[in-house]
Structures are given as structure tokens and as C-alpha cells.
């Protein structure tokens, strides 16, 4: 019997929720209220078994809890007993279509799992597979089997719940993508915003959007506050592809210069890098601390944090804190800033030949150690 036009508004109506929702738990809840609204059922669950370990099934619900931990344990159990075990694929198939029902009622899967939480008639059909594992919707009645008419239903939807179950798995993969990159990028140095392959902005670090927010401060900043330098920046880039587009910008005390690379997700990736306009004293090495404390205290003097001078030392963050501790120690200061002080009107006695005397250094001429 063909489907009636009624059938096909259904249908059609039932596509904008699916294809909406790409979140990939709610997803497989939406995909469910979908097809309850299509073929009402007692209950419906999204079943997902890893490929090697069909046994270690699990699933998503409607109703949420149908079953208990036990009655999930034992339908589990005797999974292996399912007319559908084997089966993934699509078109929708019927228990009736593998045994008879009076021969599937006599199953422990059914005698012992499925009949006491009232599941007598089943539907399914395969989703696909994700990350190692089988994914396949199922319907659920007590009294009343299912219609070849209700199977014409489920199969005309059929394509787009394979669609809408694919999108997500491809959202949740560049989503799991981008806050990996997004990650490793807040311990490197500099700021960092993403691009997509559409121009638009999908993040930026907190410190990359003070640092624009700060050097274009006269500036309406929309689109998520970047400046119409950057968005400029951004198409040349996206233009000359083999040439690094370069944008500088000079704010009080500091020049802020910013760039594009292109990243393997696709789209762009701003990099931001600030230092100041006068350059810094050439650093030289306090005499009291060790090789390693020096390289530290240089990377403070710089304006790096302490994550940053982790990803340039290649340490941890906690090593780093730690000979931060250590250097204000044996600086005899309290805190970061007067370190850096201390440190920075050392290396300019020392580039100009003079004597420097004080509590943070052995007294005496240091001239002699300038090499």
C-alpha cells in the first residue's frame, strides 16, 4: 500500500527537528521522538554494541529508564539470542521476519528480559557504525505487532535518519577537533582565535580578545569583537595563501602583531604576538641561580606567564611555579614584578660596565662576568 500524502507531511515535518539537532546525545533523543510521532510505540531505544563485544550493549531510551540495571543486565546477557544479534543494516526488519512470535517468546532473551518489561513485538534497522560501534533504532509494543504499512513509514525516513545520524557524528568529531586545538593552545604563548572555512569566528581565547579589545579600544568591535583589521587580514589571507599576511599594531607601550595559518580542520587560526616597542635590556644571567632558574627568570623578564614558559622549556606547568618559587627565594624578593625589576636594572649595570650592590646580588663589580 502505497503512503498516503498525509504520511509524507508527517514525514516532512518530522525532518526539521532531525536534521537541527547535531549534539550527539540529543540527537539520538530527537531521532527517537521522531519516529514515536511517526509509528507510536510502547517504548524505543537506540541499542549500540561495540563491533568486537556485541555482548557489551547499551542504549538510549524512551521512556528514559523502561528497564532497570538488572533487566538491562540480562537483556545483555541474552543478547545472543536476538533474531537481530547480527543484523545493522537497513531496510526496517520485524521479528516476524527472522521466527515466528511464539518461537521468539520462547527465548530466554524474551522469557527472562524482554517479556517482563512488556516488549512482545519489535522493529529495527541499522544507523551506522561510530567510533568502533554499532548503532540501530528499535521499536517496542506489547500487544500489537507491526504494520507493513508502518514499515513503509519507517523506511521512507530511513535515509534521513542515517543522515542526521552521520552529521552529528561529523560535528561531534570537528567540535572534539577544535577543543583539543583550543587546549594545547591556551598553555603556548601568544593569543589565538579560530576561524572556519566560512570566515566565521567559532572561538577566541579570553587573552587574545583582552589584547584586541585593548589595542583597537576607539573600535566598534563586532562578530564576536574583531576589529576590521583582522577581518581584512583574514581575506588576504585566505587570498594569498602561499604568502604570510602580516598586521602590526602599536599601541602605549607595546606592538601587537598578528598573522593567520591554516589549520588541518580547515579554516584559519589567528595568532597574536605582543612585545614591547622599546626593546628589553639584553638579559644576563644572575650569578646566584642555576643554568636552568636563568633560562626561567629570562622568559620573566620577557612578560611570559608561567604556562607560556612551560611550552617554551618544554616542562610542566608545576616545575616551572616551582623555580619561580625558587628564584624569588634566592632573589630575596616577595613577588614576580620586583623580580623582574631586580633582574632587568642588574642586566643594564652589567651591558654598561658598572657596579651594582644589593641584597638580591653577591656584592661586588659583576663587570667581569658580562660574557
Same mark, same amino acid.
Given at each position: 500500500?502505497?503512503?498516503?500524502t498525509?504520511?509524507?507531511?508527517? !514525514?516532512n ?7 537541527r539537532?547535531?549534539?550527539?546525545d540529543?540527537?539520538l533523543? +530527537?531521532?527517537l521522538? +521522531? ?12 541499542? !549500540?554494541?561495540?563491533? *568486537?563485544?556485541?555482548?557489551?550493549m547499551s542504549w538510549v531510551s ?5 528497564a532497570?540495571?538488572?533487566q538491562?543486565a540480562?537483556i545483555?546477557? =541474552? $543478547?545472543?539470542? &536476538?533474531?537481530?544479534a547480527?543484523?545493522?543494516l ?5 521479528t516476524?521476519?527472522f521466527v ?10 524474551h522469557r527472562?528480559?524482554l ?18 560501534r554499532? #548503532?540501530s533504532?528499535v ?6 505487532g507491526? &504494520?507493513?504499512?508502518e ?7 530511513q535515509p ?11 560535528h561531534a568529531?570537528?567540535s ?5 586545538? *583550543? ?10 582565535? =579560530?576561524?572556519n572555512?566560512?570566515? *566565521?569566528l567559532?572561538?577566541i581565547?579570553a ?9 583597537f ?5 563586532p562578530?564576536? /569583537?574583531?576589529?576590521t583589521? $583582522? ?11 602561499d ?9 602605549a607601550?607595546d606592538?601587537l ?9 580547515g579554516?584559519?587560526v589567528l595568532?597574536?604576538e ?5 626593546q628589553?635590556?639584553h638579559f644576563?644571567?644572575?650569578? *646566584?641561580?642555576?643554568?636552568r ?9 620577557e /612578560?611570559?606567564?608561567n604556562?607560556?614558559?612551560?611550552a617554551?622549556?618544554g616542562?610542566?606547568a608545576r616545575t616551572?611555579e616551582?623555580?619561580v618559587?625558587?628564584i ?6 616577595e613577588n614576580r614584578?620586583?623580580? $623582574? +625589576?631586580?633582574?632587568?636594572? #642588574?642586566c643594564v649595570a652589567i651591558n654598561n660596565?658598572?657596579p651594582i650592590?644589593?641584597h638580591? #646580588?653577591p656584592?661586588?663589580n659583576?663587570?667581569?662576568n658580562?660574557?
Open positions: 500500500m502505497p503512503l498516503r498525509a504520511d509524507w507531511e508527517n !514525514i515535518r518530522s525532518l526539521i527537528p532531525l536534521y539537532e547535531l549534539g550527539t540529543k540527537n533523543i +530527537v531521532m521522538e +521522531v519516529l514515536n510521532a511517526l509509528v507510536p510505540a510502547d517504548s524505543l531505544a537506540i541499542r !549500540i554494541n561495540p563491533v *568486537q563485544q556485541p555482548s557489551k524512551l521512556p528514559k529508564h523502561n532497570s540495571h538488572e538491562t540480562l545483555a546477557r =541474552y $543478547i545472543h539470542e &536476538s533474531p537481530f547480527a543484523y545493522c537497513a531496510p526496517w526488519k520485524m516476524t521476519d515466528s512470535t511464539e518461537d521468539f517468546h520462547k527465548t530466554d532473551l527472562l528480559a517479556g517482563p518489561i512488556g516488549v512482545n513485538h519489535q522493529i529495527l534497522s541499522g544507523l551506522g557504525v561510530r567510533e568502533n554499532a #548503532y533504532a521499536l517496542n509494543r506489547t500487544h500489537l507491526f &504494520s507493513e504499512h514499515r513503509d513509514i519507517l523506511d521512507a525516513v534521513h535518519l542515517v543522515t542526521s545520524f552521520t552529521n552529528a557524528a561529523a568529531h570537528a572534539k577537533a577544535i577543543n583539543q586545538t *583550543q587546549a594545547a593552545l591556551e598553555s603556548a604563548p601568544g593569543g589565538y582565535a =579560530y576561524f572555512g566560512e570566515g *566565521q567559532v572561538w581565547q587573552r587574545a580578545k583582552a589584547w584586541l579589545n585593548e589595542f579600544e576607539g573600535e566598534h568591535l562578530d564576536g /569583537g574583531v576589529p583589521a $583582522i577581518r581584512q587580514l583574514l581575506q588576504q589571507s585566505a587570498l594569498n595563501k604568502e604570510v599576511q602580516i598586521f602590526e599594531c602599536d599601541g607601550a606592538r602583531t598578528a598573522w593567520f595559518d591554516s589549520a588541518e580542520l579554516g584559519r595568532r597574536l605582543r612585545k614591547p616597542k622599546t628589553a635590556p644576563r644571567p644572575l650569578p *646566584q641561580l642555576s643554568e632558574k636563568n633560562e626561567v627568570l629570562k622568559w620573566m623578564v /612578560g611570559k606567564r604556562a607560556e614558559i612551560a617554551i622549556l616542562l610542566s616551572v616551582n623555580h618559587l625558587e624569588l627565594r634566592d632573589m630575596m624578593v614584578a620586583t623580580a $623582574i +625589576v631586580q633582574a632587568m636594572d #642588574y660596565g658598572k650592590r644589593s638580591a #646580588y656584592a661586588g659583576f663587570g667581569d658580562v660574557g
